[in-house]
């Protein structure tokens, strides 16, 4: 559907439009009374939240792509139906095909709160099958207030059950790394991506003087992310596991779209369900995995 036809069906005074965005592609923009938020369809990628009379709560590199088929690097990407390299090892890519899939609009609403409701869904399609041989429904709510509430809804509509892993990949601005920290993991087994999968258990509040790349093993359990203007908290529904990223200087250098100096002011702090936490699923079953984001100080 063109831009002209999404805002005809679902844009909604006050609320939600749509534009046509960076490279060409299609954007949502929500604009409420209590924030903006923006997300491009293909991925389903949130780029933007910023509640008002708050500085941006995400971080996008200013080098991102956007382009058809390339993930942007920054906001939230989608890591689904698998997280990190091919679990099969088969050349398939990075993090699963949702980030790069052109989602489909296919609901717009304001609930009791004056929130803005968004619904977007990917469906297996002849792409999807040559990649993931599976016949899957997933639906993802985004609701749009003083938090960002995001719902990622798999169903297994195949007859054979699949193996899932996500994230919701979300990369948070802050404001210099060094004075950063993510608190409430003290004491909690994390699994140290970085030192060859060992199990570690965090000693103190998490803080950035390297590179970070580890899957906390957690249930259900929310965290904060401190700056030295404000705390964030991420809190989320079934999931055991959380993902703490940040790529320090050389990896970010690396990387074609990540700005050489971007990597003082971000930290992802992913939603998973990822490592132990892999889950089945049963022809017919459904899991949905919830982060809800919001300044807390
Ligand atoms: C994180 C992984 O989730 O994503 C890292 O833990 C990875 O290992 C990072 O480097 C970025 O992945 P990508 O595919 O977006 O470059």
Redesign the pocket.
Known sequence: MDTASLNQYFSIEGHLHFETGRGGLTKAVVNNTYALCELYLQGAHIVSFKPHNREELLWVSSTAQYASGK?I?GGV?L?WPW??PDPENAGRP??GFARNALWTFVDASVNQRGETVLKLVLHKSSESYKVWPFTFEAEYSIIVGNSLRLELSTKNRDSTPFTLTQ?L?TYFAVDAIEQSRVENYVGKRYID?LLENRECVQEGDLRFEDEV?RIYLDEDLYCILSDSRRSVKVSKQNSKST?I?N?WRE?ASS?GDFDDEGYRNMV?I?TANAAFDARILNPGECHTLVQTIEVWL
């Open positions: 993930a690097r990407p890591c997280f990190g990075q993090h994230a990949h991506k790349d993902v990223w790529p990896k990387m992802c992913e």
